[in-house]
Every structure is written in C-alpha cells, then in structure tokens.
C-alpha cells in the first residue's frame, strides 16, 4: 500500500487538527475513554492507521488484550462499565448520524454517566476521529509506523506543542 498524499503537504491540515486533540486532552474525559472511544468508531469507519494507533495507544496505558479484541462485540461483551457502554452506543450513533439521527435513547443513557459539558466534548472527539479517519482513508495513510510514546503525557505535551 503507498500513500496517496503526504499529509506534510498541507501542515494546515493537521495543525488544525491536533488543535482540537490538543483542547481535548484538558477536558474531564479519561484518556483511556476517549481512546476506547476512537478506536471503536476507527473500526466502523475501516481506517487502519487509526486502529493501528489507538490499539497501540491503549495498550501503551494498561489495557488489557480482551477488552480490546472484544470491542467490536462490545454489547455481548462483558468486559465495559456502564459508563464506557454509553459512550460506545454514543459513538455509533454519531457516527452513523445519517441513518440513526441520535437517537434520544441514547442520549438518555449517556446522560445517566455525563454531564452536559463531558457530552460536548464527547461528542468533539467522536467528530474529531471521524475526520481523522475519512482523512487518512482518503490519503491511503500506511498503518504500521506509529509508535506510541513510552508516557502517554509526553503525547498530549507533543500534540499541544504542534498545535
């Protein structure tokens, strides 16, 4: 597989990108949710740099190879707290916004686990790895490079930095 276009060609791009990475990382939300949270919907969307990242990312904080291997069975899975259940069915129907238009029952639930604020920024980073996605789908980015950093706060300092 070769790339289609070198994301350096238009550093905008990303830079605007990482910008919101860079606002969501002082948010309230759990590293480990949001990355739960991207992975999932990386996996909907088919894009293998993402899954490659985020699989690494989670492993890189502790966690486990079964809740991993079994998100994408997450609902006859065991292994996800209620509040990771809301924001996964959260994920999905905004991710598949054009046929599911969010449905209130989900919302529902969410809000059971989340405060207003969290769904709002919930809700950025479900937008904001959708975009990652369709981005790296349409480029042809080549998964398999990405190394996550050995502290993952060396990762959120890297993205504010480039931001």
């Known amino acids: 597989m070769k790339a ?3 994301a350096n060609v238009a550093p905008g791009v990303v830079k ?3 910008g919101v990475e860079a606002y969501l990382h ?3 939300l759990q590293t480990a ?3 739960l949270v991207r992975l999932r919907v990386s996996q909907i969307n088919g894009c293998a740099y993402c899954i490659d990242m985020h699989w690494k990312d989670l492993r890189a904080i502790g966690e486990n190879e079964q809740r991993l291997y079994g998100l994408d069975a997450w609902r006859e899975s065991p292994y996800y707290t209620d509040p990771e259940r809301a924001a996964l069915a ?3 129907a ?3 916004v054009a046929d599911t238009h969010v449905p209130d029952e989900v919302y529902q639930e969410l809000r059971k686990h989340f405060g207003e604020k969290d769904i709002a920024d919930l809700t950025l980073a479900i937008a904001n790895i959708n975009s990652w996605n369709r981005l790296n789908i349409a ?3 080549v998964p398999g490079s990405y190394q996550p950093p050995q502290h ?4 959120i300092q890297e993205i504010k930095k480039t931001a």
């Open 4 to 6: 289609r276009i070198d």
């Open 16 to 18: 605007a990108m990482l």
């Open 26 to 28: 002082q948010t309230e």
């Open 33 to 35: 949710l949001l990355d």
């Open 90 to 92: 959260w994920a999905e």
């Open 94 to 96: 905004v991710t598949h």
């Open 139 to 141: 480029m042809r980015t």
């Open 152 to 155: 993952p706060e060396k990762k």
